[in-house]
Structures are given as C-alpha cells and as structure tokens.
C-alpha cells in the first residue's frame, strides 16, 4: 500500500502561482510512476501531469505545457506540481496518484493510488 497525501492548493489571483506537493509513506516511492489529475464537480477526471520513477521523463496536457512543472525528490517521498500562469480555467481539485506501471501514462484506471485531493482556486 501507498499513502499519498496532497497539499498546497489554495485561492489565487489569475497569473498567480501555487505550488502543490504530494507526500507518499509506505512501499518505496521511487517504484511508482506518479501523476496529476484534476477535476471539476460532475466531470471526469482529466490528466495534468506525470513523471517517471527517477524523474528522468515528464509528460503533460497540451493547456499547461510552459506553464506547470513536475518533479520529484525520492529521499523526501515528494512530487511537486509548480504551477504558474494561472488562469480560472485551471480552478479544479487536484490529486496525485501512483502507479506500478514502467512508463508514465495518463489514464486513470492505470494508477493504482490516489491522494484525497486539494483545491485550487483561481480567481478572475
């Protein structure tokens, strides 16, 4: 098991910044594929942002190239979302996730753990 815990959300200003982390505890955190998601009430879950298990290759949706950065710190058992730029359209709620996959991918079901989520805000 994989406990993922999200922080950092909050309520911005449009062109603001957040920085959002996801703490793991459990198995060895540097085995898993980590990823982003965000979603809106109703809607499904949409792909952010993912990272390889030692950081190497990062992938992202085509609306936050140049805007967000992914990374990771394995001794912290730590993945950031820094997020820049931000627009209203970007207001969801975020949550991280693990997978045992050996490349990253951007479907959900092939994440095995999910975080509880945190909201992020952005204020026209």
């Known amino acids: 098991q994989v406990q993922l815990v999200e922080s950092g959300g909050g309520l911005v200003q449009t062109g603001g910044s957040l920085r959002l982390s996801c703490v793991a505890s459990g198995r060895t955190f540097s085995n898993y594929v980590v990823g982003w998601f965000r979603q809106a009430p109703g809607k499904e879950r949409d792909f952010v942002a993912a990272?390889?298990?030692?950081?190497?290759?990062?992938t992202y949706v085509n609306s936050v190239k140049g805007r967000f950065t992914i990374s990771r710190d394995n001794a912290k058992n730590t993945v950031y979302l820094q997020m820049n730029s931000l627009k209203p359209e970007d207001t969801d709620v975020y949550y991280c996730?693990?997978?045992?996959?050996?490349?990253?991918?951007?479907?959900?079901?092939?994440?095995?753990?999910w975080g509880q989520g945190t909201q992020v805000t952005v204020s026209s």
């Open positions: 996730a693990a997978g045992s996959g050996v490349v990253v991918t951007t479907t959900p079901r092939r994440y095995d753990y």
């Open positions: 990272i390889t298990r030692s950081g190497g290759s990062t």
